[in-house]
């Protein structure tokens, strides 16, 4: 059950959720790319419970979850990160998975994936990147300092942390020794990135809407990696077919599928009413089972 004092963070943090659905053009890609249709920020779509919620229910499914949640500092060598952590309700261990945020640092939103992940299962640690930068609204950042501050992370520093947070995470008395990871957007390519490093105890990654790396970085990849890509997001999409065709010479696990006339973002966007409302809805309906069932085959139950 949502703990009243987190109610509190929860409200502030929900202004930047409703800020991205209206400003969905341009904060759902990383790099800026105009392409996206517009969206309305007064959602009239209800997200299935059975998937992630979309921007516009978050919050009520939020208010409404059953599940512990939880915020820790955890210790990622010489800095630390602040992260938002949920409990499935099982009377077993749990696999972890990591939920990397999109590039306007953690949001409403994101802590929404990691309390439906948690209701399919898992202990989901959704860590806040960005913890102890910027000027803060509540909980979070302005869009524009968020995206600002992206930028200015090295890829060593995020991976050093995420790999601390997954080890925190199999340390945890309910937890099982092996972790999951998915990001989106910006935080999509950053799973794909952390699949390269491979570092111990993870046991997959899932990737939506983000870039491939590089073919030499393939090489390196040890984990099944999944990739869910929206149709109508022609710059990410063209990093799809170079590196399918590589992980198949290597040998290595990579499934993508692409979803005809979904918009980039459009498991956050599902619930938009503007024109890709209906493709994003139908992208997350499939979306999320493959997520779900990836996890299951490779991390367990």
């Not at 963070?9 to 890609?29: F, I, P, Q």
């Not at 640690?125 to 979070?140: E, K, S, V, Y």
């Not at 699949?195 to 993870?202: D, F, I, K, N, T």
């Amino acid at each position: 059950m949502l703990r009243p004092h987190h109610a509190l963070l929860l409200v502030a943090s929900l202004t930047l959720a409703a800020g991205c659905a209206r400003h969905s053009s341009m904060d759902e890609h990383d790099h800026g790319d105009m392409s996206s249709s517009s969206t309305s920020s007064s959602a009239s779509v209800a997200t299935p419970a059975s998937i992630a919620a979309g921007a516009g229910d978050v919050a009520s499914r939020l208010m409404s979850s059953p599940r512990h949640q939880e915020w820790v500092y955890i210790r990622t060598g010489a800095d630390s990160v602040r992260a938002y952590v949920v409990y499935p309700e099982r009377a077993t261990k749990a696999p972890v998975v990591v939920v990397i945020h999109e590039i306007f640092g953690l949001s409403g939103w994101v802590r929404g994936v990691a309390d439906q992940l948690a209701a399919d299962g898992y202990i989901a640690i959704a860590p806040d990147l960005l913890t102890g930068m910027g000027n803060r609204q509540g909980d979070t950042l302005t869009w524009n300092d968020a995206r600002g501050l992206i930028g200015s992370l090295k890829q060593d520093d995020i991976h050093r942390q995420l790999a601390a947070i997954g080890k925190y995470g199999m340390s945890l008395p309910a937890a099982q020794q092996k972790y999951g990871i998915v990001g989106f957007c910006w935080g999509g390519s950053n799973s794909f990135a952390h699949a390269v490093r491979s570092p111990e105890g993870l046991g997959a990654a899932v990737v939506y809407y983000g870039a491939s790396p590089s073919r030499a970085d393939l090489e390196k990849v040890r984990v099944p990696v999944l990739g869910l890509y929206a149709g109508n997001d022609a710059r990410v999409d063209a990093t799809i077919p170079p590196a399918d065709s590589a992980m198949k010479q290597m040998g290595k696990t990579y499934e993508p599928h692409i979803f005809a006339g979904a918009g980039h973002g459009f498991l956050r966007a599902q619930t938009d009413t503007g024109a890709t409302g209906a493709a994003n809805r139908q992208a997350s309906l499939q979306a999320w089972p493959l997520t779900i069932g990836w996890f299951r085959r490779y991390l367990g139950r």
